[in-house]
């Protein structure tokens, strides 16, 4: 009796399970369509309007549509041949491919395919899931320039750096061979300065100090004398790391070539304070009088990656020295 039952409802439990999952899938933020190979050409039975609006197409311009007219000029072979390999494996897996909206212009799609199986275990119907990724990879090309170019600029930067590390040096050295022994000392200094704050994107919060010290140490030809820290001595948040090393390198080889640290007499001043979030003043002074430089590429490489992690970055260039104050709010 209680089998008879079932059997009678089960057709109007199904039903009612369909709508409510069709239902579902309408008003969900994600685009999805859903596609059916028992029918010519795999075409589209059904499109959420999150499709329609990633897409640009009205639903009665997709649905009886094989998928490829999402395909145009740029799109890959080797994404199309993946989808086919998928849809043929009968497994759910995800795929990157250039596709087009109505309009013509292009996005990156997250595809993610997967079958709905019938009750003789082959594919009745096949769900496709569309995610944007454009943005990400228009954000991740403008990281890798912004690389590219803080690289090339540090490389040129460094062989200056190198000649007057080497002038300054020998005014120390009373011989050749003590001068030897100065110059290949600062150049494995200068070398692993580079390589532990450059080297590694994935630093885990340091001190500051502990962080910076290596930098100036390198950079600074008489060492300590030319360089003081003042004020706090917080833990670095890993995700400032790069851009707060990154500047002080920039200013360091900015010093050494143009100001204080390039100068016998030269200083330069560090002051700290982390009483709202991470502030940090650079003030240089003894060194040559300071003229603005026309050219700023290398600071507005700094400011971009200091701006990047929610921070600022302000230059006075007074006639004393360089102040440069670095900003990290608390609520950035």
Known sequence: MNIEADTTTRPETDRLNEERLLETIRHARLPLCITDPTLPDNPIVFANAAFCALTGYPIEEVVGRNCRFLQGRDTTEASIDRIRRIIASGEVDTV????????????????QIGPIMGEDGTPVLFFGSQLDTSSRREGERQARELADRELGHRLRNIVNVMSVMIRMSAREAADVQTLARIVDGRLKTLSEAHFRTIGDSSESAARLRELLRPILDAYAPRGDAQFAFGGDDPQVP?????????????LATNSVKHGALGAHEGRVAFEVSADDGLRLCWTERGGPEVVAPERRSGSGIIRSLVAGVGGTLELDWQREGLVARLAFPADR
Do not use: C, P, Q, W
């Not at 990157?96 to 595809?111: C, Q």
């Not at 890993?238 to 920039?250: G, I």
């Open 238 to 250: 890993a995700d400032l790391v790069s851009a707060l090393t990154l500047t002080v390198h920039e």
């Open 96 to 111: 990157e491919i250039l596709n087009y909206r109505k309009d013509g212009t292009s996005f990156v799609n997250a595809l």
